[in-house]
DNA sequence: GTCTTTATATGATTTTTATCATAAATCCCA
DNA sequence: TGGGATTTATGATAAAAATCATATAAAGAC
């Protein structure tokens, strides 16, 4: 569904955010590699591309790292991460990969899979950092195993 | 959403079942990939991968080709062709990657994604060759372009 | 039976994606 | 003001997916 580094930039901003939530201090790359069972380095790439992207702070030197403010997580939606790592094809694309197709000349599963597009960007669009974290924090759910 | 060769190898089964509406004629490779844009040699190994799991059949020597009887048109399911070339990762993968993935110890956007995923597995399984095979025959979807 | 046509099988190449490694820049602190 | 810590930037390597190429086998036509 999601590229590797998609599933890992999703992953680390939601470590982020859960960290947000009770601390305002900055994470370190490795931090973020080791909880979320990623590679350190590409991590650190995806990392960039995030920060680019202004969906997470960051902060260099001694002390620095990673960081979205607490009061943005309600605000910063799923589908920002995976929209600034993977694009949009994901909603836009057709299904068998046809450069053009619409409803003038659709594909031959162009109507089914609209609707399953079409309920994926609503659910990714609705869904926030601060949701999720939430599930994290109270130990519903998991980012790793 | 799926990978390249599940692709073509849709798009591919999806020609050779509009043929068989009209004729018994078998169909070439060669025909197949122009008809659908595809790299040929490429469309060869997904067609065996499709006969040997018996989603279409096949013959040799002159006049041979691809083929699928017209009264299995409707017994035949998407899912099947996805499920022989890209596998069921697509039905059971966690959203995230995460290896183990379930409602007992569930990755922050399982449930979210359990609704989609479980959305596309059911109309996978619903749509069958003939139903798009006929809105190919009557010229409302196209293989191509 | 030989020749042509077509699928089958296999392996090589290319391209993309994922991963790793290193150098540069920035910041903090002493 | 200099040195260590840490991000940032960039390029190299590895792995996987996609594509290409070639040789083999089977089937039908003559």
Known sequence: MFSKACEYGIKATLYISEQALHSEKKIGVKDIAKEINSPEAFTAKIMQILTKKKIVKSAKGPSGG????????????????????????????????????????????????????????????????????????????????
Do not use: W
């Open 66 to 145: 990673f960081f979205i403010p607490k009061e943005e997580l309600d605000k910063i939606m799923l589908s920002e991460i995976v929209e600034a790592i993977d694009g949009d094809h994901i909603y836009k694309g057709c299904g068998l990969g046809l450069d053009q197709c619409n409803a003038d000349k659709p594909c031959p599963v162009h109507d089914k899979f609209k609707l399953i597009r079409d309920e994926l960007a609503e659910m990714l669009t609705k869904t926030s950092l601060l949701e999720l974290a939430n599930g994290l924090d109270s130990g519903l759910t998991f980012l790793k195993r």
